[in-house]
T-cell receptor
Framework: AAGVIQSPRHLIKEKRETATLKCYPI?????VYWYQQGPGQDPQFLIS???????DKGSIPDRFSAQQFSDYHSELNMSSLELGDSALYFC???????????????FGQGTRLTVV | AQSVTQLDSQVPVFEEAPVELRCNYS??????LFWYVQYPNQGLQLLLK??????LVKGINGFEAEFNKSQTSFHLRKPSVHISDTAEYFC???????????FGKGTHLIIQP
């Protein structure tokens, strides 16, 4: 079965550079979620989109932005990168939104971002 | 705002022994509770969830959890563990109306042969 696809799987950037992470949800899923997991940390919810509109917002820094496109894929844009942005970034997708459906979201394998 | 506490950062257990991973939460409203498993270099996989109804919830891979509202707990159990259960386990909570999950710090389950 098709899963959530994230690209790239690994990314190395220097401080103050920008990075763009991409997420392709499971077909017919209309909701996308982004999470950040620092080394040895629990995942932190960043932001979610439902039908191309922002649905909920968590602890996403102002330097980050995201959007969901007409084909439902999503991109997380990160500017002025800092060393502390080094983390595993997960995308998840679900059909519909809300806490119940949100928890039935399927997670991708993540993009490991390293800022040097 | 909700929070999740996983009391044990690591739990070593012998193969075929039972295991319990503890999770406590705090919230001022009704919550939905979940357990996820993360294998090395992998994404998160949903083990089980409590939404409403029966407080004993059965999940995949032989895991189950019991919701205890008075103790605000949602402990995960398995009667007999296998080497393949070695992973990081996260308890998570969602309050009504919010998309995002709040995760605990995780418990590393170490299975010893």
């Amino acid at each position: 079965a098709a899963g959530v696809i994230q690209s790239p799987r690994h990314l190395i950037k220097e401080k103050r550079e920008t990075a763009t992470l991409k997420c392709y949800p499971i077909p017919r899923h209309d909701t996308v979620y982004w999470y950040q997991q620092g080394p040895g940390q629990d995942p932190q919810f960043l932001i979610s989109f439902y039908e191309k509109m922002q649905s909920d917002k968590g602890s996403i820094p102002d330097r980050f932005s995201a959007q969901q496109f007409s084909d439902y894929h999503s991109e997380l844009n990160m500017s002025s990168l800092e060393l502390g942005d080094s983390a595993l970034y997960f995308c998840a997708s679900s059909s519909g939104t809300g806490p119940v459906r949100g928890a039935e979201a399927f997670f991708g394998q993540g993009t490991r971002l390293t800022v040097v | 705002a909700q929070s999740v506490t996983q009391l044990d950062s690591q739990v070593p257990v012998f193969e075929e022994a039972p295991v319990e991973l503890r999770c406590n939460y705090s919230s001022s409203v009704s919550v939905y509770l979940f357990w996820y498993v993360q294998y090395p270099n992998q994404g998160l996989q949903l083990l089980l969830k409590y939404l409403s109804g029966s407080t004993l919830v059965k999940g995949i891979n032989g895991f189950e959890a019991e919701f205890n509202k008075s103790q605000t707990s949602f402990h995960l159990r398995k009667p007999s563990v296998h080497i393949s259960d070695t992973a990081e386990y996260f308890c998570a909570v969602s309050e009504g109306g919010a998309d995002g999950l709040t995760f605990g710090k995780g418990t590393h389950l170490i299975i010893q042969p």
